[in-house]
Every structure is written in structure tokens, then in C-alpha cells.
């Protein structure tokens, strides 16, 4: 448990300290978002206006509101960027997924892969490809 | 000591110049004292530009609600400056030829290009700037170094090219390394041989090394991130194989948060297709 608030800011605990169940929300991206998510923090239209408050369980018609609106992501419960995006690829061909993979990762192997912005680039145009590839295959 | 590369440059000569027409819309823009009547006739005067412009402002690129049939319509709509944005990138696309299709396609080159202004654009209308139109010209614009290089060094990068497929490094650096300079000093000169804006002149210059650029930062982190977009993406083919390094503080600087890439790649799927039908000339629609 940590300690009295005063000492929990003069000196923080090292590592990973806290691995407790509700830090386990983070903004997920439009397209990762799915009817049944709560709501970790009230979200903002660009102007200002609330759209949705805390705790609101997401449904279809959010998400559709959202993508006219202009939201890009959402903070929800229980859910990371990371695990969204992990089951989104998971419906995906794995067998085409791979070579996607390996055409992106010689593609972009002059970047830093580590960086934030070159990790969701890499993952956004991979499913891009099999996307494109997977119709091209059924046609 | 003066650097090499500016003693090369300087053996780069003969250089296309921009369209009569292009030139003196660019002068009735600029002049304060004139009106959108006297920008609206000037454009109407040449025929086939007019006709490009009004297929642009009339796509889906823009969305407006009511049909604009004259240009004098869209002047007061579009805007001046805008529209001769648009006569810029449309012109400069028609304005080089005789590189050889094996050493540089063309209608690739321009698709990038392509890409990149839309690109652009996007996120320009992201961080909500005034005339997104300059972010889709300096899109067009950025490579343009390479063309010259194409014309005037065409043996030395034909072995840059081939270098660069085969995995050296990006066509940037080889460049450098064969000739000591590369296409973005070339491109900075000629927009400024063209007497074009500053900030086009320093957007070309820096769109690698955007955290050079003292006057127009944004613009020139715009263009770098839209470049690398239009890479990851594979529209079009600037002679480039590989998506070229971040510079993440340029991306840092524009203050915008990483889940809008989603929305970005879908919107650039959508206007890719119907924008390379309007700017380009028909002969590369293919």
C-alpha cells in the first residue's frame, strides 16, 4: 500500500510500483474502439463541449458520433492502445500479416522503430497492406 | 570557406522556367493594389488553366455545396492566394520533360509529390492553418531538386538510383556522398531562381532537416512528416525505396497527438486517388 500522500511525492517508489488493475486504462485509438468500453475520462470536442462524461459505456452510435466529430481517441477502462490494436491485427490473415511484416520492416529500415510515431506508422501501414492485399486476393 | 556544394550549383544552368501565364498571375496576386476582378481575368485569360482550376475547386478535395462555374467564383470562394497555389502545383507538374523513363518515372515521381501535398494538407487543417493551400504546394514542390539532378546529372544518378535500391541508404545521402550537395539545396536554388515565396524556398531546403529551418519551422516539420507518410504509404515513387528518417522533434513541434494517424491514412486513401486524376496531366493518369 503506498504510504501517506506527503512522502509518496518526496520520494517516489522506483520501478514498477504500481501495476494495479484500474491504472490499466489508456486512450485508445478511434478505430481500436469497440461498443461496450467505459469511459476513463470524459471526452472533449476540439471547441470545448463534453460529448461523453466518465463511466459512459460506448456504443455504435458514439463511435459514429465521434468519427464526425472529429475524435481521434478516447480514454477508456481496463483497455491500452496496445491490447486494442493487438486484437484488431489479430483478425487479420496471419499469413499475410507476416509478409507484411517483413516488406514494412525493410521498408522502414533506415527509421528508429522505437520512436512513437514510427511504432503506429509501421502498425497502421501494415494492416494497410494486408488490407489492400487481402481484397487484391479475393478478387 | 565556401562549401562545394554551392560552387556545383552553379554549374546548374538552364533551368525551366515557370509558364508566362503562372508569372503574371503570381504578380496580380501580390499586388496589393489590384482586385479579384484583376486576379480573375488574368487566370481566365489562359484557357486550360482556368479549366484546371475550376475541375479542383469543384472536387470533392474541397466539398463545397453549390457548383462554381466561373472563376471569378472562385477567386471570391477559393481565395487569391489559394488559387494561385493551385496554378502553381498544376503548372510546375506540366513543366519538365525529356528525363528518361528508365532513370526516373515521372508519373511516379509526381505521385509522391501527390501524396505528400495531400498529406500535408491534412495536417495543416490538423493544427487548423490558415491556407492549407501553401502546405499542398510545398508538398508538390519538395523534391522538385531531384528532377534537376535528373536533367543535368542524369549518369550520376542513375548509379544513385541503383545504389539506393540496393539498400545503401536513402537517396538524400547518396546523393551527397556522389555529388556533395543533393536535391534539396537544388530544389531550394531553383524556387528561388523562380523568385517563389521564402517560405516554399525553405521548406524544399529543410524537409530533411526540419529543425534547420530558422524562419518557417512549422511548415518545413509539416512537409518532413508528410514525406515520410507518403513513403510508409507507397504513393508514388520520388526515386526514394526506403521511408526516410524521423527528425521526432520536428513531429514534436507540431503538438499533435499520434492517435490522429488512423484518421490521417484514411483520409489520405480517400483523396489520393481523385486528386492525382485532377492534377496531373493525362497522359500520367495511366
Not at chain 2, 520533360?97 to 495543416?124: K, N, Q, Y
Not at chain 2, 536533367?151 to 545504389?163: F, P
Not at chain 2, 518532413?224 to 508514388?236: E, K, P, R, T, Y
Request: aromatic share 6%; hydrophobic share 40%.
Amino acid at each position: 500500500m503506498p504510504g501517506p500522500w506527503s512522502n509518496q511525492l518526496k520520494e517516489p517508489i522506483p520501478g514498477p510500483a504500481i501495476e494495479a488493475s484500474e491504472v490499466r486504462m489508456g486512450k485508445v485509438n478511434l478505430e481500436n474502439l469497440k461498443p461496450g468500453m467505459i469511459l476513463a475520462t470524459k471526452v472533449v470536442e476540439r471547441g470545448g463541449r463534453v460529448l461523453l462524461g466518465v463511466g459512459v459505456e460506448l456504443t455504435e452510435k458514439h463511435i459514429s458520433i465521434f468519427k464526425k466529430w472529429g475524435i481521434t481517441e478516447a480514454d477508456v477502462q481496463k483497455v491500452t492502445q496496445e491490447e486494442a490494436a493487438a486484437t484488431a491485427s489479430a483478425q487479420l490473415d496471419p499469413l499475410l500479416l507476416q509478409e507484411a511484416e517483413t516488406r514494412m520492416a525493410k521498408l522502414f529500415h533506415l527509421t528508429d522503430r522505437n520512436d512513437p510515431l514510427i511504432t503506429e506508422l509501421f502498425r497502421l501501414c501494415t494492416i494497410r497492406w494486408v488490407r489492400k492485399n487481402a481484397r487484391g486476393r479475393l478478387e | 570557406m565556401i562549401p562545394k556544394s554551392y560552387i556545383q550549383i552553379e554549374d546548374i544552368t538552364d533551368i525551366p522556367s515557370l509558364p508566362e501565364i503562372f508569372i503574371r498571375v503570381n504578380e496580380v496576386v501580390n499586388n496589393p493594389r489590384s482586385s479579384l476582378e484583376d486576379v480573375g481575368k488574368v487566370i481566365s485569360e489562359d484557357t486550360g488553366l482556368t479549366a484546371r482550376l475550376l475541375k479542383i475547386v469543384n472536387s470533392a478535395f474541397y466539398g463545397f455545396p453549390s457548383h462554381i462555374e466561373t472563376i471569378s467564383r472562385a477567386v471570391t470562394i477559393v481565395g487569391t492566394q489559394q488559387l494561385r497555389d493551385l496554378a502553381l502545383a498544376t503548372s510546375v507538374i506540366r513543366l519538365f520533360s525529356g528525363i528518361p523513363h528508365d532513370l526516373l518515372d515521372m508519373e511516379s515521381f509526381w505521385r509522391h509529390s501527390v501524396a505528400c501535398g495531400i498529406t500535408a494538407r491534412i495536417l495543416a487543417t490538423f493544427r487548423r492553418e490558415s491556407n492549407v493551400e501553401r502546405f499542398f504546394v510545398a508538398g508538390i514542390l519538395h523534391d522538385i531538386g531531384r528532377l534537376i539532378l535528373c536533367l543535368q546529372k542524369s549518369e550520376e544518378m542513375r548509379d544513385i538510383l541503383k545504389q539506393v535500391r540496393q539498400g545503401a541508404n536513402t537517396v538524400r545521402v547518396v546523393e551527397f556522398d556522389v555529388l556533395g550537395f543533393d536535391h534539396t539545396t537544388v530544389g531550394g536554388a531553383l524556387i528561388q531562381a523562380w523568385k517563389l515565396p521564402a517560405s516554399l524556398e525553405e521548406v524544399v531546403l529543410c524537409h530533411h532537416a526540419p529543425l534547420q529551418a530558422s524562419r518557417y519551422p512549422v511548415e518545413a516539420a509539416v512537409i518532413h512528416v508528410a514525406d515520410i507518410f507518403s513513403h510508409a504509404m507507397q504513393l508514388g515513387h520520388s526515386g526514394e525505396c526506403w521511408v526516410p528518417p524521423l527528425e521526432g522533434k520536428a513531429w514534436d513541434r507540431l503538438g499533435l497527438p499520434v492517435s490522429i494517424l488512423s484518421s490521417t491514412i484514411d483520409q489520405i486513401d480517400r483523396q489520393y486517388y481523385d486528386t492525382v486524376q485532377m492534377i496531373l496531366p493525362e497522359s500520367h493518369h495511366g
